[in-house]
C-alpha cells in the first residue's frame, strides 16, 4: 500500500473524491489516500507541496501555474474541473457600495497572497479596467476572516466561490455586487516531483481511478440532495451549480496553459513565461 497525501479545499467540487475514499477505490489499487481540507485556499496549499506537507493538491489553475513559474517543484498533471469557477464579487450586507463601480480603489479581503482570492482581484480590475497597481489587500485566511473584515470594516469587498458563499447572503451577511468567471477551466490535479520521479504508476492509478468517480459523479442517484446536506446549500442553488460544473478527465492543453499565463503576465503576476514541460507532465 502507497500512503498519498492530498489537499483540497472543503466545497462541493471536491465531493467525488471523498465518495471515492469512502467506496474503497484507491484502496483497490493499494494506494492510502490521505485527505486535508484546506479551508485556506490555494495560497496555503502551493505552500503545502513546497514543504511537502502534501504530495497532491487539487487547486486553482492560475494560482498553481503562478507558484509553479515561481519556483514550485510540482507539475500538473490533469485538469480537474473543466468549467469556470464564479466568484462571487461581495460586499458587508449593510455596506454602502450597490454597484462594483463603487469598489474601485477600495481594500480586497484575500486568504493569503498568492491566492485565487488575490490573483481574481487582479483579473476583475483589469477587466473594469481599474489600475491594477492601486489593489489594496486585507489577508483574511478563511471564508470566516472575511466575514469579520467585511463587517469590521478593514477590508470593503470579498471574492469567493459564488455557490459556497451564497449562505452568507441568505442569512444577510454579506450582499453580491457581481460575478467574475475564471476565463479558464478553474481546478487542476498538481503533483511534487519527487512524488512524480517516485511514483509515476501510482500517480496514474490516482487519475485513473478519481475520472472513473467524476465520469458519473451527476448521475448518481439524489446527489443534488448529497450535496446539499454536506455543504449547506439549498437544493435549487446546487441544482443550478450542477448544471454549470463540468470535470474533466483530460490534460492540461497547451493552448489554456498560454491563455493562463498571458494573463497572469499581462497583470504582472508573473514575471515570466514557462514552458509546458516545466509546468505540466503526462502520466
Known sequence: MTTLKIAGVPEHFNLPWHLAIENGAFEKENIDLQWTDVPEG??????????????VAVILT????????????????QVYVESPLIWGIHVAANSNYKTLADLENKKVAISRLGSGSQLMAYVN???????????????VNT???????????????????????????DQGIFRKVADCPTPW???????????????PEIISKLLHTINQTTKGFKAITAIDKTLASNYNQKIEDIQEWLSLTEWSQKQLSQKTLNDVQNHLFELKIIEKIGTFDEIVRTV
Open 42 to 55: 490555494t495560497g496555503k496549499m502551493c505552500q503545502m507541496l513546497r514543504s511537502g506537507e502534501t504530495d
Open 62 to 77: 492560475e494560482g498553481i501555474v503562478k507558484d509553479i513559474v515561481a519556483g514550485n517543484p510540482s507539475k500538473i498533471v
Open 125 to 139: 480590475a483589469h477587466n473594469q479596467a481599474w489600475e491594477t497597481d492601486k489593489l489594496q489587500f486585507e489577508i
Open 143 to 169: 471564508i470566516d476572516g472575511a466575514v469579520t473584515a467585511l463587517t469590521n470594516g478593514t477590508a470593503d469587498y470579498f471574492m469567493w466561490e459564488r455557490f459556497m458563499t451564497k449562505p452568507l447572503v
Open 185 to 199: 477551466p478553474c481546478f487542476v490535479i498538481a503533483v511534487r516531483d519527487k512524488v512524480l520521479e517516485q511514483n
